[in-house]
């Protein structure tokens, strides 16, 4: 579990200064007022259920308390992490069929070994919000920081999964979705 300092730097927007908690999801930043973040903790067992939306993934238990889990990646329209590595090991097992190499297949079995394994470490962000906790899986927190250059409002499209503004990272220039109003 990862507790976040108030004494990191701070970003201004829309008058009001807060600190960002970033994190990627396959290929794309996403910010979350620091406020709002509970927990960064490793991602647990997974409980099943009916999937009533198709981004819920389930519960989680988090000391005690029961959490729905949103797949950050189905939300914002990208395969899951699980998915995408299923995929993967298709595509080995073709390559495998059709490769008859000995070596070419041992190696196809680490990779998709060693991709199975990185599924497994991803990260569950928990934002509590005023009247419930929601669990984020994400693939990793790329920063705690600060978000100063303003870059350009989001496209319709992004506004309908939450995302306030699109700002630029100081650090390197990537370009972060500011989810602002929570539409989980």
């Known amino acids: 579990m990862t507790d976040i300092g ?7 927007v829309d008058g009001v200064t807060s600190l960002w908690v970033i994190v990627r999801s396959n290929k794309n930043l996403f910010g979350f007022d620091a406020n709002l973040v509970g927990k960064m903790i490793a991602l647990s067992k997974v409980t099943h259920g009916p999937a009533i939306i198709n981004y819920m993934a389930g519960t989680i238990t988090v000391r005690g308390a029961v959490i729905p889990l949103i797949d950050l990646r ?13 995929d993967f090991c298709a595509l080995m097992d073709q390559r495998t069929a059709a490769v008859e190499l000995e070596e ?9 070994k ?12 928990v ?3 005023e009247d419930r906790a929601l669990a984020l899986d994400i693939d ?3 920063a705690v920081g600060n978000i100063t250059k303003i870059d350009v409002s989001p496209q319709r499209q992004t506004r309908n999964i939450g995302v306030s ?8 220039d990537a370009l972060v979705l500011l989810m602002g109003e929570l539409a989980f």
């Open 165 to 172: 503004r699109i700002e630029r990272r100081d650090k390197d």
């Open 104 to 112: 070419m297949v041992g190696l196809f079995e680490d990779i998709k």
């Open 114 to 125: 060693a991709s199975r394994e990185a599924s497994r470490r991803r990260i569950t962000l």
């Open 127 to 129: 934002l509590e919000l």
């Open 6 to 12: 108030t004494s990191e730097a701070t970003a201004q």
């Open 140 to 142: 990793e927190v790329v």
């Open 74 to 86: 189905v939300y914002s329209g990208e395969p899951s992490a699980d998915q995408e590595v299923a």
